[in-house]
């Protein structure tokens, strides 16, 4: 959805006549972006705690949801930019569900809830990329992605819930 977003959107610029060539580089920017997000998530989880930095991560990535439909029709620099930090902060996270899945379960049972959790995580992913095009369809694309903040403040919430859990001192050594 994220080329097909920014391509609609740059169709309203000065740049409409390559807006599928620039829509699906800075679809691509994004994603490639995203293993900063990957890589500095987990050393900064290592350092200062994995619910700090998820927490941090997913609020970071439900705002990027409720504001980034404001930047539709922009400065293409500035919605492609704003889409990269997106992608940046939304992948930040993802390992460290995993990493605490590991550190918090019981080791006979870790190969399990890891997969568990994975195929929460693609369910969740399936069925927001299968939403999208309706919700598109019905409120355009400056509304469009709101849905989308509903997951990470969501999962803010339960990891600061989980922070509160004596459980937590397993995660990063003792680094909520």
Same mark, same amino acid.
């Given at each position: 959805?994220g080329?097909?977003?920014?391509?609609?959107s740059?169709q309203?610029?000065?740049?409409?006549?390559?807006?599928?060539?620039?829509?699906?580089?800075?679809?691509?920017?994004?994603?490639?972006?995203?293993a900063? *997000?990957? /890589?500095? !998530? @987990?050393?900064?989880a290592?350092?200062f #705690?994995?619910?700090?930095?998820?927490?941090? &991560?997913?609020?970071?990535?439900?705002s990027?949801?409720?504001?980034? *439909?404001? /930047?539709f !029709? @922009?400065?293409?620099?500035?919605l492609? #930019?704003?889409?990269i930090?997106?992608?940046? &902060?939304?992948?930040?996270?993802?390992?460290?569900?995993?990493?605490?899945?590991?550190?918090?379960?019981?080791?006979?049972?870790?190969?399990?809830?890891?997969t568990?959790q994975?195929?929460?995580g693609?369910?969740?992913?399936m069925v927001?990329?299968?939403?999208?095009?309706?919700?598109?369809?019905t409120?355009g694309?400056?509304?469009a992605?709101v849905?989308?903040?509903?997951?990470?403040?969501l999962?803010?919430?339960?990891?600061?819930?989980?922070r509160?859990?004596?459980?937590s001192?397993?995660?990063?050594?003792?680094?909520?």
């Open positions: 959805m080329a097909a977003f920014l391509q609609a740059f309203t610029t000065p740049i409409a006549n390559e807006a599928p060539y620039w829509a699906k580089l800075g679809a691509f920017a994004t994603i490639g972006f995203g900063i *997000g990957c /890589l500095s !998530g @987990g050393v900064l290592d350092r #705690g994995r619910t700090s930095l998820t927490i941090g &991560a997913m609020l970071s990535s439900g990027c949801a409720l504001l980034v *439909g404001f /930047l !029709g @922009g400065p293409p620099w500035l492609a #930019g704003f889409c930090y997106w992608g940046i &902060a939304a992948i930040a996270d993802s390992a460290q569900f995993s990493a605490s899945v590991v550190e918090l379960s019981n080791p006979e049972r870790i190969g399990t809830m890891v568990v994975t195929c929460i693609f369910l969740l992913t927001s990329i299968e939403l999208m095009p309706p919700i598109e369809a409120v694309w400056r509304w992605f849905l989308l903040s509903v997951g990470p403040f999962g803010a919430w339960a990891m600061y819930r989980l509160c859990d004596p459980a001192l397993k995660l990063a050594a003792g680094r909520r």
